[in-house]
């Protein structure tokens, strides 16, 4: 990975954050949808990274919004669930040796796949976010209607931002 890959993706894991600490963690529309806008970070890492990398990054990444969440764990928990998600799909859709494009973005890899890799994702990191933070089963209709409203709600906010930033080369 070059020097310039890896401070695009420096400044990208520091703007997604303190847009979601600072703007979206205060955003809800009736306690039921809240968008998760820092987990484009973790959409949006080259292919070539390594797994145990991505996981550590993921980690961190989960640790650190835990830190500003107050929550002991939840965070960290989904982001690994999502790195672990975007792994068996990237393996599952692309071939390994012939990477075209360094990333997996809506410009480099077309609407139909980055649609269904954000869609898996971000409804594998919302249903653990969610269950582990109700962590009762008495609850669990209102927890996942939460977890597809909050999940729209983010795929929504994912398709925008890509659509505004990264649109080089639609197919």
């Not at 994912?158 to 197919?171: A, D, G, P, T």
Request: aromatic share 16%; glycine share 4%.
């Amino acid at each position: 990975m070059s020097s310039k890959l890896i401070l695009a993706n420096i400044v990208r894991w520091v703007i997604l954050l303190l847009v979601q600490i600072l703007l979206l963690r205060n955003l809800s529309l009736y306690n039921m949808a809240t968008p998760f806008l820092y987990i484009l970070f973790l959409l949006l890492l080259p292919f070539g990274i390594p797994n145990i990398l991505l996981y550590i990054i993921a980690f961190a990444t989960g640790l650190t919004l835990d830190a500003f969440y107050d929550t002991l764990g939840v965070h960290t928990a989904a982001c690994v669930m999502l790195a672990f998600v975007r792994i068996l799909f990237i393996s599952v859709t692309v071939s390994r040796d012939g990477f075209d494009e360094p990333e997996p973005t809506l410009g480099n890899m077309g609407f139909r796949w980055f649609m269904l890799y954000a869609l898996l994702c971000i409804f594998s990191h919302h249903v653990v976010l969610f269950l582990l933070e109700t962590f009762r089963f008495t609850e669990l209709s209102y927890t996942l209607l939460r977890c597809l409203l909050s999940g729209l709600f983010t795929l929504f906010t994912v398709v925008l931002v890509e659509f505004i930033f990264y649109n080089r080369k639609m197919r």
